[in-house]
């Protein structure tokens, strides 16, 4: 197993950057694919981006040339660099550890970080 710890959430104005980071511990960590997701109020969690072990990004389109996501294996460590931020990026902000073994999908989840973008 993993856990997840998020950092780095708060309120910006619009136009601002955030860089959300992602903490994780109890497991070989390099062996999971990686992503942030997002929750705004009275909507489903979508994917906000991912990268997989060996470092292949995706994007939601939302956010694509917007946000960068990275990870440190080394440290253990996710990112999520939030730039051009928009009020429709208000929401609780997800770290996801995953691994599919014998093609059943096993999903880990931090506890979230509130990001609020408002002038």
Request: aromatic share 10%.
């Amino acid at each position: 197993q993993v856990q997840l710890a998020e950092s780095g959430g708060g309120l910006v104005q619009p136009g601002g950057s955030l860089r959300l980071s992602c903490a994780a511990s109890g497991s070989i960590f390099s062996i999971y694919a990686t992503g942030w997701y997002r929750q705004a109020p009275g909507k489903a969690r979508d994917l906000v981006a991912s990268i997989s072990k060996d470092g292949t990004t995706n994007y939601a389109d939302s956010v694509k040339g917007r946000f960068t996501i990275s990870r440190d294996n080394a440290k253990n460590m996710v990112y999520l660099q939030m730039n051009s931020l928009k009020p429709e990026d208000t929401a609780v902000y997800y770290c996801n550890a995953n691994r599919v073994i014998f093609s059943t999908r096993t999903n880990y989840w931090g506890q979230g970080t509130q990001v609020t973008v408002s002038s």
